[in-house]
């Protein structure tokens, strides 16, 4: 890999577009949705805490499982990685875009989306609910004063707001993603396996129109293929040589 070109690639890039997974967060203490499962919640199948049947069957068991990874996020911390895709906003203003599969937040807690960049989170966000009636978001009470299934502002029943399986990506998140990897010059992607669709096609827009994509992980992924440039290492790590100077 020339690491060299790919730093000037993406200093000259006045676009960029950016996928993140949880790689990105693994550095923070935060397990994947897998790995959290441990103890008493081992003997659950990922579709038992995380559908839209298992909520029907027993709301009060989904919330308990998503009210402990609520609270681990939160005590949780932004890593390197977070500051540094940060401040390659700042760097890139407008012309910067963040897709995050993650729903710890920690993007917005290091300062992304506050440089004129944009960011869409789409699995959703473990800090909110949404409002089973109208849809609406609201962010959760303090872990010790958060009774559960919590309600909404408007007294109507809350679900955890992140994407089940079996449900589709938001429509406006996914086509915001899509359409800034279109435009993008460089994409970069970040701690994600490229296992899960649609999310994993998003660089391929990038070099479908001619743009450059650059990979930061630890090993080959599947569609390592893909790409222009690959970084083999941890997130943090990967993208402090990436923005070296060329």
């Keep these: ?4 070109a790919a730093r000037a690639a993406l200093q000259a890039a006045s676009r960029v577009a950016v996928l993140t997974g949880a790689g990105v967060s693994a550095e923070s203490g935060i397990p994947t949705f897998r790995d959290a499962q441990t103890g008493h919640w081992a003997r659950f199948r990922p579709e038992d805490l995380a559908s839209p049947p298992a909520y029907r069957r027993d709301p009060e068991m989904v919330w308990e499982w998503y009210a402990g990874r609520y609270r ?8 390197g990685a977070h500051d540094l895709l940060a401040r390659l906003e700042a760097q890139k203003g407008p012309g910067f875009f963040l897709a995050t599969q993650n729903v710890d937040g920690l993007h917005h807690r290091a300062g992304s989306g506050t440089h004129g960049g944009q960011v869409v989170e789409l699995h959703g966000n473990l800090l909110s609910g949404r409002d089973e009636v109208t849809g609406q978001t609201f962010p959760l009470a303090a ?9 909404s502002p408007l007294g109507n029943r809350m679900r955890p707001n992140v994407v089940w399986f079996g449900e589709y990506l938001p429509e406006a998140a ?7 990897f279109a435009a993008a010059e460089v994409a970069l992607v970040i701690g994600t396996s490229g296992a ?11 070099l479908r129109r001619g743009g450059i994509a650059i990979e930061i992980n630890p090993t080959d992924t599947e569609i390592s293929h893909q790409m222009t440039y690959a970084i083999r290492d941890v997130a943090s790590r990967g993208l402090a040589s990436l923005l070296q100077p060329a």
């Design 143 to 151: 872990p010790a004063e958060l009774v559960t299934p919590p309600t």
């Design 1 to 4: 890999m020339d690491l060299a």
């Design 196 to 206: 899960v669709y649609p999310a994993a096609g998003l660089a391929a827009e990038t």
């Design 174 to 180: 996914l086509e915001a993603a899509q359409d800034a």
């Design 72 to 79: 681990d996020v939160l005590a949780a911390q932004p890593n």
